[in-house]
């Protein structure tokens, strides 16, 4: 074949045709369907893996003496202080391998410092301090832990699992007064519900149940919803004293905040109430007068549960009654 053009590159001295010839013919492939056994790509990986030649790891070099000892944690502290020097103070996770580190030593007081260094710079991290106060209490520095969760929950006090720790620690340790008290420092800040129902839950433990009750009593005014009073009115049942559910209930309708879905809730848990004590003229005055009181509009559900209760309970005069007050909502 001839060549149009001969002229060399004048770098590499090779003429353009001889480049062209050089170049690799594209294949042509004649059959294009699948082949019967597709591989796929965890196949070529697995096997990548079975032909890879084991890793040789280097040998673990023991310490024999206390000078090499110093030199190895000399080495080590420098290269943690190398790495927060380097931006990690940032990294909270920087200061806590630094701190274990430093407690794998036996370096307590060290230990503890780096700590407290971390917390100058990440003091409203929480799980900082839960991680400082544990490691406090697995190596058994009681009264240093106590200290740190005593700073952690003066500082949040609305974090609730610092309260939480804290109490659980106290509890752990066979210090039911110093839990108690934990629990009652928390509940000056008025925290959700169900910080108030660990609270009661701690005292039941320990077969208190007039504790228990007065906590009751203090979490639902604490917060007035349906779903407070009816935590109060399941603990008396459970009590046995179905007179005490029923004056929670009572109350609650006088005191109830919020619209017309916790009032529904509030009615709807009384008249479950009264059905299980057997009580069911009860159980239908409240029916009725949950319907007197929210609209129709928004009383499809208390409807549907009055004739279900009507349907078990009540006469064919009592049935068709709700059934046509039902209609009116539809």
């Keep these: 074949m001839q060549c149009r053009n001969q002229k060399k590159d004048k770098n590499t001295k090779v003429s353009v045709c001889e480049k062209e010839s050089k170049l690799p013919r594209p294949t042509r492939v004649k059959n294009k369907s699948p082949e019967a056994v597709q591989i796929t790509a965890e196949q070529l990986l697995r096997e990548a ?6 890793e040789v790891l280097p040998s673990e070099h023991s310490i024999t003496d206390s000078t090499e000892l110093s030199d190895y944690r000399l080495r080590r502290r420098k290269e943690f202080e190398d790495r927060v020097s380097r931006g990690g103070r940032s990294d909270v996770q920087v200061w806590v391998n630094y701190a274990r580190w430093e407690e794998s030593q036996k370096d307590y007081a060290r230990a503890r410092s780096v700590w407290e260094r971390a917390l100058k710079d990440h003091h409203r991290n929480h799980a900082l301090w839960v991680k400082y106060a544990e490691s406090e209490m697995k190596n058994k520095f009681v009264n240093s832990a106590r200290h740190v969760w005593d700073r952690a929950v003066y500082l949040l006090p609305r974090v609730d699992l610092l309260w939480y720790k804290y109490s659980h620690m106290e509890e752990m340790l066979g210090n039911i007064a110093g839990a108690r008290q934990i629990f009652e ?3 000056n800040w008025s925290p959700d519900q169900q910080g108030w129902l660990s609270f009661a839950k701690f005292e039941l433990r320990y077969n208190e149940t007039e504790r228990a009750r007065s906590i009751y009593e203090r979490f639902f005014l604490c917060h007035p919803k349906a779903s407070s009073f009816i935590r109060y009115a399941e603990f008396e049942v459970k009590c046995g004293e179905v007179s005490r559910a029923r004056d929670v209930y009572e109350r609650a309708m006088e005191k109830l905040e919020g619209g017309y879905e916790e009032a529904e809730m509030l009615y709807l848990a009384f ?3 009264e ?11 409240i029916y009725k007068f949950a319907l007197d009181h929210i609209p129709i509009g928004r009383a499809e559900e208390l409807y549907t549960r009055f004739i279900a209760f009507e349907k078990q309970h009540g006469d064919k005069q009592g049935i068709e009654d709700a059934i046509v007050g039902r209609r009116r909502t539809l």
Excluded: H, S, T
Excluded at 49 to 54: L, S
């Design 49 to 54: 893996r079975e032909r890879q030649e084991p």
């Design 185 to 187: 420092r928390w509940m």
């Design 271 to 273: 008249a479950e109430f």
């Design 275 to 285: 059905q299980g004590c057997n009580e069911f003229q009860r159980a239908r005055v």
